[in-house]
């Protein structure tokens, strides 16, 4: 990164971000630290019929009363959870707009501080083409947080993204957490490999898409000969007018509702985000009304 | 095909302009962009286009540039001419003085009749034929003739004036005919010499450099036996030296030489020993082909007044001896009473406190007339007393018929202790005192036909009989009522001469220098004669049943400096010029 996106007053910004979701939000990912296994915690969960062999303590009495039938009764397991934060390190989130990229990090080390502040354990890997380059690793605590953070201001991005590949190829982890994936998703390549690569590990999926205000609404105008910055073969070179801006926002919808669509039916969430959207508005807005932060 | 403003062509020059922009337009914007996916992606939701959209571009250049040609050839009027086709014929002829001219055999506008001549008769059938003659008036001579016999019986009765014609006289009545019909084929035929006359072909006749000499404007002092006599002279195609002489009564008594500078009028002066005169002439003693404004000649002006004076009054000395010392006239003064009796035609009829029944025949003065008078052209209210004795106010119009009466007057404190109160007066009427927005002296033409003074007060009671301004007054109303038939006797062609019908004046009869009889009316007051001829006219009539005669000179108008010899620029480019001598 050129500009230094993790700074002090991003730091103070943060915190006190971090200070308001206490007051007004009731924790990080719900703010119970449950797994999606049934374990030994003192919460009730649900019941299923008992069979010989189960803890007979576990036996609900009440409801063999009422019904002449034993039930188990099921507790949710409770452990530290792991927060994976995956970032597209691709060219695509800094050329030209480079508040692509320096929200994806200010995303990303939002999201980190809100999971160290639960107690949870972090890591933020950048992607780079098939591969998943580990920027901070197992980050547990306030301390490790503000020794590591600036890390996230090294990230490089240039090259492409192949996050189906590099997502399938590293290690997941099992039902430990959540995985946010934040990219802007300008990409034909296999995304879904990745969404269906954490669903398959009982991660909880939540997929970020950042776009800058010229992807959101273009201004272009007139014959164009437009050039990828990721693939320099890749161009378009068509005459920019009212209706090819139509059909460009219609491709945009396409896009977005697909990646919604898929994340939503693997139980996971998506929410779009403007590059210029403050992080109050994203957290105490889009976050709370996706279910993400109750 | 021509054009009739070819430099609107130039507008063709934004074509290339609007090519060049199109051209810059059309080429592709470079640009790189984070990702093209969306771009690709759009392709599929473009919805089905209208076929002509892909054109819109090559559409829209196509019609600027129609646009750009259409309104260049709009500008620059193109004219299409059909080969062997008949055109509209329009010839703006020159009938000035100077194209009387002669030059050979022929005058200049005989040689440029033939000019035309010739046009109509190598002209295609179907032509139509319009002849404009332009000189004091521009006379249609005749408009879209298609006959060549009645065209060419028209154009032989046409002649010249003898009056001056401006450059942009001529120009500008070529210029609308042109207006008026673009496509028409229209010559100027003239003797001034043009550089250029666009959209017209220009027949020159004569030969600028003929000699062409004039003299204008003779005046004279006479007394002591002595006559001094100036002129102007003038040599239009280039200096010359001019000799001149001074006929009286058709002798000759001087003669000088005078170097005059082309285009320039040159004072010519002569003495000579007179002891009276009919007439001088000043000319030229090499006449050159134009004859008539080589000699202007000079008339004695005759008082041939009738001044004989009827006084109606109780109390008519005073005015007697006013008038009697004013003018040489006989002067009549009888009673009211006697009045009835007279049979005897007088020239001017003074009513003080008397009304007549009728009015005569003859200008009249009515003074302190408080009963109506049929024909007198105004209407009595009533006479007015003032408790005290007040001013009156002079007139303060600007008309030259009031400023001729007051001439002299200062108007200043008069008074008056009573007075009529008139209304309803004639509109000839020109009031020349009043008090209290009611007039009190007033000057005009009666129902009758003949000049009329209305005194609204008794001049017993009023000081005004007292002042130097009634002496001035008096001689001016005199003046007025007892007008000379003619005030001058020298005029140019082209001007009106004002022929005043005076009393007891009949059988009038006007004869021109070339012979022909000409009416004026003589009904009002004053008759206007247009003088169109150089030479002499002769005005004869009855005056008081004497037979008498006025002569009046009529002389050449100069035609300026720029007449001949300088090249004009009318508009610019031209279908062609043409010499013809």
Known sequence: MEKTVIDEAFLSEIEALQSLLQHNVAGMFGGNHQSKSFGSSCEFADYRDYVPGDDVTKI??????????????????????????????????????????????RIAAAFAYLSVNEMDKVSVYAIHGDRVDEIISGMVGKDAYLCNVNLLNDIEFTGVARMGDAIRSSRIGMGDGYSILISDFLTDDDYEAAIDRFAEQRRDILCLQILSREELNPQLRGKMHLFDSEDQSSFFRKKIDKDRVNAYKEALKYVTERIKNYCEARGGHYQLIPAYQKLSDLFFGDMVDLGVLK | MSFTYPLGLLGLIAIPIILLIYV????????????????????????????????????????????????????????????????????????????????????????????????????????????????????????????????????SSTRAEHTALSHEKLLGTAQKAFDKNSAARIYVITDKSYETVQNTELISVGDPQTPNHAVFDATYSHAGGRLLVTAEA??????????????????????????????????????????????????????????????????????????????????????????????????????????????????LYVFDSYEPSTLPD?????????????????????????????????????????????????????????????????????????????????????????????????LHESDFALSSDFVMLMRNLLEYSFPNVIEQTNYTVGDEALINVVANADNFKIVSPSGKDVYVDTEAGEAVLMLDEIGTYTIELTLAGTPTSYRIFCGGRSRGKQACGTAHRAFAGGRGNRRCH
């Open chain 2, 234 to 347: 003038i040599s239009y195609p280039e200096d010359a030296k001019l000799e001149l002489r001074l006929l009286i009564d058709g002798s000759e008594a001087a003669r000088t030489t005078v170097n005059a500078i082309a285009g320039t009028r040159t004072p010519v002066s002569f003495e000579a020993t007179c002891t009276a005169f009919d007439s001088f002439t000043v000319e030229l003693v090499t006449a050159d082909g134009y004859a008539l404004d080589n000699a202007v000649t000079t008339y004695n002006l005759k008082s041939d007044k009738t001044y004989s004076t009827l006084i109606v009054s109780d109390t008519g000395f005073f005015l007697k001896a006013v008038i009697d010392a004013l003018v040489d006239s006989r002067i009549d003064v009888i009673t009211p009473a006697q009045y009835e009796t007279v049979t005897e035609q007088y020239g």
């Open chain 2, 24 to 155: 810059l337009q059309s080429k592709y914007t470079e640009q790189t962009v984070p990702s093209t996916y969306l771009w690709q992606l759009s392709e599929k939701f473009l919805k089905k286009r209208n076929p002509l959209s892909g054109i819109t571009g090559i559409i829209s250049l196509i019609l600027q540039i129609l646009t750009v040609i259409a309104v260049s050839l709009a500008i620059a009027r193109p004219v299409f001419t059909l080969p062997k086709a008949a055109y509209d014929y329009c010839f703006v002829l020159d009938a000035s003085g100077s194209m009387n001219l002669t030059e050979g055999k022929d005058t200049r506008f005989a040689t440029a009749q033939k000019e035309i001549a010739e046009v109509i008769k190598d002209s295609k059938s179907g032509s139509s034929y319009t002849l404009i003659t332009v000189a004091n008036e521009t006379v249609t001579v005749f408009e879209g003739v298609k006959s060549k016999d009645t065209a060419l019986e028209l154009l």
């Open chain 2, 362 to 458: 003859g200008a009249v003065w009515l003074i302190n007339a408080d009963e109506s008078i049929p024909d007198a052209g105004f209407g009595i209210r009533g006479k007015i007393g003032l408790d005290t004795a007040d001013v009156i106010e002079k007139s303060k119009s600007t008309a030259t018929g009031v400023r001729k009466l007051l001439a002299g007057v200062e108007g200043n404190d008069i008074y008056v202790t009573n007075y009529v109160k008139y209304s309803g007066m004639y509109l000839n009427f020109h009031t020349l005192f009043s008090y209290d927005s009611n007039p009190l002296i007033f000057a005009g033409e009666n129902g009758r036909g003949y000049r009329q003074v209305v005194f609204g007060f008794d």
């Open chain 1, 60 to 105: 609900d009495w009440n409801v063999y009363a009422r019904f002449d039938k034993l039930y188990q009764k099921l507790y949710l397991d409770e452990r530290q959870m792991h927060t994976k934060i995956y970032i597209d390190a691709s060219r695509s989130m800094q050329h030209a707009t480079p508040e692509k990229a320096e929200q994806a990090i």
